[in-house]
Structure formats: structure tokens, C-alpha cells
Nanobody
Framework: VQLQAFGGDLVQPGGSLRLSCAASGSFFSMYIMGWYRQAPGKQRELVASITRDGTTSLVDSVKGRFTASRDNAKSTVYLQMNNLDPEDTAVYYC?????????WGQGTQVTVSS
């Protein structure tokens, strides 16, 4: 599977962005999807995961602000980010997991700054 993430941008604190990640290939609905981010000088961290049936899990730092979802018919996952904070500045990556295999898309830059 190939993944392409887009939607990153420069946004002011308190603003919103929606990231999308489109997948090519078959069996998208079988993958557990995830959104990760990596800030400069920091390790990549899991932000959100979405199971095959659409159940989502979010890291505590984004709960109440971010929402993750998937549309299996469009082979796409989304990350709606509201009330953005400068601490959210990072390169955001999408990930597809099935069993022992992980697939990564190229990242999309989110910068939160006034």
C-alpha cells in the first residue's frame, strides 16, 4: 500500500487544520491506520490510531482537540485538528499496519505560529 498525506500548513494558535491521507492498493479496510508526528529534536510519537471498524484512540495531549476518522470507501483517513497549539508543530505522518507490516507515507508539515 502507498500512502500520501497532505493538508499541512502554517496556522495561527487556536486555528484548525484537517489532514488527509489517501491510500492506494487493496484491502484498505483491513489496515489499522495511525497518525504520528515528529517535532524537531524529538522522537516520532503516535497521535491517533483508527481500528478497522473505525474505533479511534488519541494521545492525551490532543484529546478534546483532535479527531481521527476513516472512510474505507475512499481509502482515506483524516485528522481534524482544532485549537492548535505551537506544541503541535511537527511533521505529521500516516501509517498503515497489518500484522507485522508497517507502511508509511511521506510527512506533511504542520506549523503553529503567530
Amino acid at each position: 500500500v502507498q500512502l500520501q498525506a497532505f493538508g499541512g500548513d502554517l496556522v495561527q494558535p487556536g486555528g484548525s487544520l484537517r489532514l488527509s491521507c489517501a491510500a492506494s492498493g487493496s484491502f484498505f479496510s483491513m489496515y489499522i491506520m495511525g497518525w504520528y508526528r515528529q517535532a524537531p529534536g524529538k522522537q516520532r510519537e503516535l497521535v491517533a490510531s483508527i481500528t478497522r471498524d473505525g474505533t479511534t484512540s488519541l494521545v492525551d495531549s490532543v484529546k478534546g482537540r483532535f479527531t481521527a476518522s476513516r472512510d474505507n470507501a475512499k481509502s482515506t483517513v483524516y485528522l481534524q485538528m482544532n485549537n492548535l497549539d505551537p506544541e503541535d508543530t511537527a511533521v505529521y505522518y500516516c501509517n498503515a499496519n497489518i500484522g507485522p507490516r508497517d507502511y508509511w507515507g511521506q510527512g506533511t508539515q504542520v506549523t503553529v505560529s503567530s
